[in-house]
């Protein structure tokens, strides 16, 4: 995944971590207690100065009550393994 394409899915996720957050009504320094960061870790996270670790992506998403679902791009990838007979 490019630095583009990763800013990408990170400008559409995040702020519904922020908004999930706060319906919860939980602050920042709460969440890093609860996810066992350390201290403003996910204020940074939510302005973008520090990326979370794919675990610890999984761990916020988790401690905000939330799935992370998975679903295919629109456009469908040609298998290398697909029949032309």
């Known amino acids: 995944m490019s630095n583009k ?3 990408i899915f990170f400008d559409s996720v995040i702020p ?3 908004e ?3 319906n919860l ?3 920042q320094s709460r969440l ?3 996810i066992g960061c350390a201290r403003g870790l996910v204020s940074k996270w939510e302005v973008g100065i520090r990326k ?3 675990f610890l992506f999984c761990c916020w998403a988790n401690a905000l009550e939330c799935h992370i679902k998975i ?3 629109k456009t469908e ?3 290398e393994h697909t029949s032309t007979h």
């Open 5 to 7: 394409q990763l800013g």
């Open 20 to 22: 999930r957050r706060k």
């Open 16 to 18: 519904q971590f922020v």
């Open 77 to 79: 990838l040609k298998s």
């Open 25 to 27: 009504g939980l602050s």
């Open 71 to 73: 679903k295919p791009k």
């Open 52 to 54: 979370p670790s794919g």
């Open 32 to 34: 890093d207690e609860m």
